[in-house]
């Protein structure tokens, strides 16, 4: 249902045009041989994401440290404060991002992986780990 489609040739023909169009007017649809792609702002590809957050699952231990998981990516640590875990978490998540971007191909055509793209996609968005830390919902 894309209403307007743009032929790849004419993007590459005036792309500083595009740029500023994506930027300016928003997602732009464009089409190469077989291949259909969205080209988006990172600006806008934030809003996009926003409600792709993290849930943290928290148990404090018997020695009064707290140990937890997040819901969607299986990552678990431990730490003193729920501040210290979130942020130990947050760091895990973003070498997990990482990882993701530089091997896409693989975990985004893994099952148990796939739905994790928005949230990684929403991570890799973030400036700093506090930025990733503001995420985590306990």
């Not at 489609?5 to 005036?14: E, I, M, P, Q, S």
């Not at 699952?57 to 729920?82: H, K, P, Y």
Request: net charge negative; proline share 2%.
């Amino acid at each position: 249902m894309m209403e307007t489609l743009l032929n790849a040739t004419d993007v590459r023909k005036d792309w500083g045009h595009f740029i500023d169009t994506v930027v300016r007017v928003g997602p732009q649809f464009v089409k190469r041989n077989r291949d259909t792609f969205v080209v988006v702002a990172s600006e806008h590809l934030r809003i996009l994401l926003a409600s792709y957050r993290l849930k943290l699952e928290v148990v404090q231990e018997e020695d009064g440290s707290f140990s937890g998981c997040l819901d969607v990516v299986d990552l678990v640590a431990n730490a003193s404060t729920i501040e210290d875990l979130k942020e130990e978490l947050a760091h895990q998540m973003v070498e997990y991002a990482n990882e993701y971007e530089d091997e896409f191909v693989l975990y985004f055509n893994a099952p148990n992986r796939r739905a994790h793209a928005p949230y990684v996609m929403n991570i890799l968005l973030q400036e700093t780990v506090s930025d990733v830390v503001d995420l985590i919902d306990a």
